[in-house]
């Protein structure tokens, strides 16, 4: 066997080259892959000549034998916390960079003042502390799913923070076949309970069963419980329950309900509590892309 050497001794931990233009020195790449956006370790990440590529090193440390994950793992363990995310493959670029860039091209100053709310929040994130979770609010097309899933990516790849997305109608149906199955303690269902950030879109769409209001309520609930972070988008303004009818199709810009009204006043009472809201305005991101001739 090989004596120890001490960590300083040996080979550096493999890292992006820096001037790579693929990934811009930040060692891996998001793109779509079939359904889903997908992220991968840039090819200009070489072999790690510390661990061998093995990912573990044996070194001396103080002298004393020690051994641990070597540093070159930090970008392949994000690459695969980000990939168990499951984000549609139609949000593969989307970043705070680019909501931003898009705002600014559209001239569109609310969008701007949303997008610097939600990185005010991203800063007050702390690793390991129960923060707030946050609900991007507003009408239909105003980039919330966007500015959502940069937000995710920051978190991924800046604080390594586990992330699940949901569509809140998939939510449903993945929440139906786990109850129907008789399994209320499924692994799918632990995992959107237990997940260390939830991020569901378009909370309170569709026509709502009191069966799901009330699996809803139990998934939030036990988000509540844990003090787990709970992010989320939806096209209804915030508000209690009001008792309004929904709208028909020709009024959808002028709905007269409320997410307690889609969602109940339990679920978003909670969710007030264990949440910053932040409004999307603006104009609609495709009209004004349709208007601009892009
Ligand atoms: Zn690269
Ligand atoms: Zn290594």
Same mark, same amino acid.
């Given at each position: 066997?090989?004596?120890?050497?001490?960590? %300083?001794?040996?080979?550096?931990?493999?890292?992006?080259?820096?001037?790579?233009?693929?990934?811009?020195?930040? #060692? /891996?790449?998001?793109?779509?892959?079939?359904?889903?956006?997908?992220?991968?370790?840039? +090819?200009?990440?070489?072999?790690?000549?510390?661990?061998?590529?093995?990912?573990?090193?044996?070194?001396?440390?103080?002298?004393?034998?020690? !051994?641990?994950?070597?540093?070159?793992?930090?970008?392949?363990?994000?690459?695969?916390?980000?990939?168990?995310?499951?984000?549609?493959?139609?949000?593969?670029?989307?970043?705070?960079?680019?909501?931003?860039?898009?705002?600014? @091209?559209?001239?569109?100053?609310?969008?701007?003042?949303?997008?610097?709310?939600?990185?005010?929040?991203? #800063?007050?994130?702390?690793?390991?502390?129960?923060?707030?979770?946050?609900?991007?609010?507003?009408?239909?097309?105003? #980039?919330? @799913?966007?500015?959502?899933?940069?937000?995710?990516?920051?978190?991924?790849?800046?604080?390594?923070?586990?992330?699940?997305?949901?569509?809140?109608? +998939?939510?449903?149906?993945?929440?139906?076949?786990? /109850?129907?199955?008789?399994?209320?303690? !499924?692994?799918?269902?632990?995992?959107?309970?237990?997940?260390?950030?939830?991020?569901?879109?378009?909370?309170?769409?569709?026509?709502? @069963?009191?069966?799901?209001?009330?699996?809803?309520?139990?998934?939030?609930?036990?988000? /509540?419980?844990?003090?787990?972070?709970?992010?989320?988008?939806?096209?209804?303004?915030?508000?209690?329950?009001?008792?309004?009818?929904?709208?028909?199709?020709?009024?959808?810009?002028?709905?007269?309900?409320?997410?307690?009204?889609?969602?109940?006043?339990?679920? /978003? !009472?909670?969710?007030?509590?264990?949440?910053?809201?932040?409004?999307?305005?603006?104009?609609?991101?495709?009209?004004?892309?349709? %208007?601009?001739?892009?």
């Amino acid at each position: 066997m090989k004596p120890l050497l001490p960590l %300083a001794d040996l080979p550096a931990a493999a890292a992006p080259a820096p001037h790579c233009p693929e990934c811009r020195a930040e #060692g /891996y790449v998001i793109e779509a892959a079939g359904d889903w956006t997908e992220a991968r370790v840039c +090819r200009c990440v070489p072999a790690c000549e510390r661990c061998g590529g093995l990912g573990q090193v044996n070194a001396l440390v103080d002298g004393v034998p020690r !051994s641990g994950r070597c540093a070159c793992q930090r970008i392949p363990d994000r690459v695969a916390r980000f990939n168990l995310a499951r984000i549609p493959a139609r949000f593969a670029s989307a970043t705070l960079s680019t909501f931003m860039t898009g705002a600014m @091209t559209l001239g569109e100053p609310k969008k701007q003042v949303a997008a610097a709310e939600a990185m005010r929040w991203l #800063g007050s994130w702390r690793p390991g502390e129960h923060g707030r979770g946050l609900v991007l609010h507003g009408l239909v097309g105003r #980039g919330k @799913t966007h500015l959502l899933i940069a937000l995710l990516r920051e978190l991924v790849f800046k604080h390594a923070v586990s992330v699940r997305f949901i569509e809140f109608s +998939r939510l449903l149906a993945t929440l139906r076949e786990g /109850y129907s199955e008789g399994r209320s303690d !499924s692994p799918v269902l632990r995992e959107l309970a237990t997940v260390e950030v939830l991020a569901i879109d378009e909370l309170g769409k569709g026509r709502l @069963t009191d069966w799901e209001l009330q699996v809803i309520d139990d998934v939030i609930s036990r988000r /509540y419980n844990s003090s787990a972070v709970t992010l989320g988008t939806t096209n209804f303004r915030p508000g209690a329950a009001t008792g309004a009818a929904p709208p028909n199709a020709a009024m959808i810009d002028q709905n007269p309900q409320t997410l307690g009204d889609r969602v109940g006043d339990r679920v /978003y !009472s909670r969710l007030r509590e264990m949440a910053d809201f932040i409004e999307v305005g603006g104009g609609d991101c495709r009209e004004l892309l349709r %208007a601009l001739g892009r």
